[in-house]
């Protein structure tokens, strides 16, 4: 250990050599400073002559480390490949700016690169690293311990998500006069274990509520869980594995616990990606049932026909943005246009949309960073002028986080525009058939 090096930037480099794999050395020793990728970042276009912001550049923050202190080329000619290494905790400070303040993890350059570097991982290892000696926003700091101590990111009590779901639960049997739309909590053996983003049961009950209407209206077997049952998992933005696994582990063992068929994961990208793509790996566990964005389950009854919509009654005009998780990250792209082409009647694409759309600029746990506020949302013009150019008076995005973020730069840039889900739209496109021989009521039901 060099005398000099601070003990906080000692275990960094110690643990960049545990956290190595074959995938992000690969992206550390690819780049060919092409450049290719600059112009696919927000930050870039957001701060013209700025290099800074570049990803090549903010890879090689890193990348530095890895080529002094791992590759063989840096050891004998570091000056050569521009090798260089941290020894104080106030240039770890300025990496943490970097890697929290300057990128959401969304992967657009990612997808842009020719020589197939993935920045975003590189970038998610770096926060790791930090995160490992106690580096990093304190949002990231507080939102961390809630999901390790209290089970969920946002804090949210047991008694507080009973309490949200009995309320829905109660207002939706009321709204259908069907003591049966109740909402199942902890059903054992049931095809259906719906879980949620914490978001819902502290701002957007509702958005619970649409789900189990929808459920009921297909009639379907299906249960909440009382533990386990937030699916997002902040482990995807910190970097720390070990807060992965065992987020990820919970909601796994809380569904073999009730014998569910099918986890079912609302909408929201971070979620879905963790739950279904990283969490078998951080938790070292083997899947043994089937596991289903909301999207596709929603997708599927009005394709066969379980569940009735009517277009019309969702009257106004609708874009929709790609959470870079979901469509990026997990390919999930046609599937909620698809469904939201049989739920609105003026639907209006984004451009550019899919793999190659902009981040609502809240990703990477950027909305939990109070201090890059700042710089978030001056980014964020780039998403409000492609917003913009769609003339559409609602935002549809399969992703809570995204609700956060895309809202908020509307509030910032005054845009005439709100930001809506699937499942309120599918939701309030309900047509509820009423049994033959009861008189129709006329009630519609509500959005
Ligand atoms: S990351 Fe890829 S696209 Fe960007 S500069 Fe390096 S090689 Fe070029
Ligand atoms: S991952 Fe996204 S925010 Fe980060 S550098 Fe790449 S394009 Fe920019």
Same mark, same amino acid.
């Given at each position: ?177 069907? !003591?049966?739309?109740?909402?199942? *909590? ?8 719906? #879980? $949620?983003?914490?978001?819902? +049961? @502290? ?86 049932? !089937?596991?289903?964005?909301?999207? *596709? ?8 026909? #379980? $569940?009735?919509?009517?277009? +019309? @009654? ?108 699937? +499942? ?24």
């Amino acid at each position: 250990m060099s005398t000099n090096r601070s003990y906080k930037a000692q275990q960094v480099l110690d643990r960049m050599a545990q956290k190595l794999t074959r995938q992000m050395v690969g992206s550390l020793v690819a780049c060919v400073h092409c450049g290719n990728c600059t112009e696919a970042c927000h930050y870039v276009q957001a701060n013209p002559g700025d290099p800074t912001y570049a990803p090549a550049y903010k890879a090689d923050r890193t990348r530095r480390l890895f080529k002094k202190h791992f590759d063989w080329t840096g050891r004998v000619l570091p000056w050569w490949v521009k090798g260089g290494t941290v020894t104080t905790d106030k240039e770890l400070t300025e990496l943490k700016d970097i890697v929290f303040g300057k990128c959401t993890n969304c992967r657009r350059c990612s997808v842009n690169c020719p020589m197939g570097v993935d920045f975003a991982v590189l970038n998610r290892m770096a926060r790791g690293l930090l995160v490992h000696v106690g580096i990093m926003p304190e949002g990231v700091a507080v939102v961390s311990k809630d999901q390790w101590e209290i089970g969920n990111q946002m804090g949210v009590l047991p008694e507080d998500y009973r309490e949200t779901i009995e309320w829905m639960s109660e207002e939706l049997c009321e709204e259908v006069g069907d !003591e049966g739309a109740a909402i199942p *909590i902890d059903k054992p053996d049931a095809n259906i274990v719906y #879980t $949620i983003n914490p978001r819902e +049961v @502290k701002y957007d009950p509702r958005s619970i509520a649409d789900a189990a209407k929808i459920f009921w209206a297909a009639k379907e077997s299906w249960t909440m869980p009382s533990e386990g049952w937030d699916m997002t998992n902040f482990g995807l933005f910190s970097g720390d594995d070990d807060l992965g696994g065992a987020v990820a582990r919970r909601v796994y063992d809380k569904v073999r616990e009730l014998r569910g068929k099918k986890l079912v994961m609302s909408e929201c990208g971070h979620g879905y990606r963790s739950t279904t793509c990283e969490g078998p790996n951080w938790s070292q566990t083997d899947i043994d049932f !089937e596991l289903e964005s909301s999207v *596709i389950t929603m997708l599927r009854y009005v394709k066969n026909g #379980t $569940i009735k919509v009517d277009p +019309v @009654k969702n009257d106004s005009s609708y874009t929709f943005h790609d959470s870079c998780n979901n469509a990026r990250s997990c390919g999930l792209l046609e599937e909620p246009r698809e469904l939201l082409g049989l739920v609105v009647g003026d639907f209006r694409e984004m451009h550019p949309n899919r793999a190659e759309n902009y981040c609502c600029t809240g990703g990477g746990g950027a909305m939990s960073m109070s201090e890059y506020t700042p710089q978030r949302l001056k980014s964020a013009i780039v998403k409000a002028n492609q917003l913009k150019a769609t003339g559409a008076k609602y935002v549809v995005t399969s992703c809570h986080n995204c609700v956060d973020g895309l809202a908020d730069l509307i509030k910032h840039y005054q845009l005439d525009m709100q930001v809506t889900q699937l +499942v309120s739209l599918v939701a309030s496109a309900l047509v509820i058939e009423k049994p033959a021989g009861e008189a129709e009521s006329g009630e519609e039901p509500e959005g």
